[in-house]
């Protein structure tokens, strides 16, 4: 009896490695990956707008303003060498510039219109063609008038106002021209004319303890089209 089982137990050891030979190799199991797509990017910068030091958004470009816009592809995480890439870019639809390598573009922000469709495209990409589009708000440009003055009520014998120009298509505010009226009387501000500061003892028709009204208007010199207006009206704080 022992010696027959030995024999089942030796029969088992040879027989078990052609078992497995017969079978073949275990099939491996891959792990699907899933290829991260490349993605073009649009990025664009207003590059001559008005805005106060104190605004802390990005600058939207106003009717005429030069606009600067560049594009990257993605991959992985990393910047792809565009160099030997053609790249087109349309603005509403119509070619505006490409060729080997052209990333960046510049152009003037169109008038008359709310959102301008900037797209670009590289046509022979490895993986096929990529196309991106970036719309840029437009915007009017606005005459904005500071005063610090709760609740618009004002105290004491003068008034002071300040003129904040914003999306004008400059930075330079000595391009801009400022028109003061208060009460309906023209104001002149020569030295600064972003200020305006309205004495209410001389006399005149602005006298303290009265609503005082303040207008504004800001004009392009170079542009005269180019303006914008505003108004205020301050009334005497009630006690």
Do not use: C
């Amino acid at each position: 009896m022992k010696a027959m089982r030995n024999r089942l137990v030796l029969f088992l050891m040879l027989t078990a490695p052609l078992v497995l030979a017969l079978m073949g190799p275990a099939p491996l199991v891959a792990s699907a990956q899933t290829a991260t797509p490349p993605d073009l990017v649009i990025t664009w910068r207003a590059t001559d707008s008005s805005v106060p030091s104190t605004y802390l958004d990005k600058a939207l470009p106003g009717v005429g303003s030069p606009i600067t816009a560049s594009a990257e592809v993605v991959l992985n995480g990393a910047l792809v060498n565009l160099s030997s890439q053609t790249i087109y870019w349309y603005l509403d639809g119509n070619l505006i510039g490409g060729g080997t390598g052209e990333q960046t573009i510049s152009f003037t922000a169109p008038g008359f219109v709310e959102i301008a469709s900037l797209r670009a495209e590289v046509p022979n990409y490895s993986s096929g063609a990529l196309i991106n589009t970036a719309h840029i708000q437009m915007v009017n440009p606005e005459a904005v008038i500071i005063v610090p003055y709760p609740n618009g009520e004002y105290t004491g014998s003068s008034i002071a106002a300040q003129a904040a120009p914003y999306f004008f298509s400059t930075s330079q505010l000595d391009e801009l021209y400022y028109q003061w009226v208060v009460n309906g009387q023209a104001v002149t501000t020569q030295e600064n004319p972003q200020d305006l500061t309205i004495d209410l003892a001389n006399g005149t028709s602005t006298s303290a303890g009265v609503p005082i009204s303040i207008g504004l208007t800001v004009q392009q010199t170079n542009s005269p089209s180019i303006n914008a207006q505003s108004s205020i009206t301050l009334n005497p704080l009630s006690q």
